[in-house]
């Protein structure tokens, strides 16, 4: 499904809608349907659900091996001095009171992501991350330690707003391959064109 920006996966303890509510409509027996991963609460985008049970385990399984292929475009502040490289970067969570976040940490779980520059504009980039690993938080994080937070991302430095990333593609190596983008957002649409998407 192309998940909006705002909803979360699971039901949450203040009640509220969730992916999880438009499980019965999907429900093809008696079991299902299944989450085949998570995307964040704020993160819009391409989420795989799985209706049978042997799709919810090939669709794990590619997770899990890191054959999935997962594509994201994100609007950060500021410009990068290159235009393209890895942010290669142990996470690890940090909790303060109440609230959490992945910092880095050499003793923290290994993270891997490739990003590149797609535009430039109006002292914002566009930028496509293509994470290798699947750390909670991961690209929010390390597109903070690149010294460019996520517009809209206030746990990392990007100020307030709506969290301008997309996980705009997933590529699965399943039997048929599952291949899946999802359309920018209308949050992300300004932006997106000051940056230099000539489509939107």
């Not at 909803?7 to 969730?18: D, M």
């Not at 980039?125 to 517009?151: D, N, V």
């Not at 359309?183 to 932006?191: G, K």
């Amino acid at each position: 499904m192309n998940k909006p920006a705002g909803l979360p996966v699971h039901a949450g303890r203040a009640g509220g809608p969730s992916v999880e509510d438009f499980f019965p409509q999907w429900r093809l027996g008696r079991d299902g349907p299944w989450l085949a991963h998570r995307l964040d609460q704020d993160t819009a985008g391409c989420l795989v659900i799985a209706l049978k049970k042997s799709a919810l385990l090939a669709a794990q399984a590619c997770f899990a091996d890191g054959r999935a292929q997962k594509t994201y475009w994100a609007v950060v502040r500021g410009v990068p001095k290159a235009l393209e490289g890895a942010v290669d970067l142990p996470l690890a969570k940090v909790t303060q009171g109440r609230s959490w976040k992945m910092a880095p940490d050499g003793a923290g779980q290994p993270a891997l992501t490739l990003w590149r520059v797609m535009g430039q504009g109006a002292g914002m980039s566009w930028i496509e991350f293509s994470p290798k690993t699947g750390r909670t938080h991961q690209i929010r994080a390390h597109a903070a330690a690149l010294g460019h937070p996520i517009m809209g991302d206030a746990v990392y430095g990007g100020g307030a707003g709506m969290l301008h990333l997309l996980a705009r593609r997933i590529v699965l190596p399943l039997e048929p391959e599952l291949t899946a983008q999802a359309p920018v957002p209308a949050h992300m649409a300004a932006a997106m064109r000051a940056c230099g998407h000539a489509a939107l």
